[in-house]
């Protein structure tokens, strides 16, 4: 987890909405986006999620 990442996922898993494994990956980030297409219907899962997300990073968590 990069100090970016921890208070989005900490606050994902706080809500139930994500588990956190302990697996290290080689990968540093500044900063994280979300790229969706347009002309595409998400699925309810997906919907779910990016509500998560988005009341995580709003601070409404």
Avoid: K, W
Wanted: net charge positive; proline share 7%.
């Amino acid at each position: 987890m990069t100090s970016g990442s921890g208070p989005l996922l900490r606050g994902l898993r706080r809500a139930g909405e994500l588990a956190i494994l302990p697996v290290a990956l080689p990968c540093n980030m500044d900063s994280y986006g979300l790229i969706m297409r347009s002309d595409h219907v998400l699925t309810p899962g997906a919907n779910r999620l990016l509500g998560a997300i988005r009341r995580v990073a709003s601070g409404r968590h």
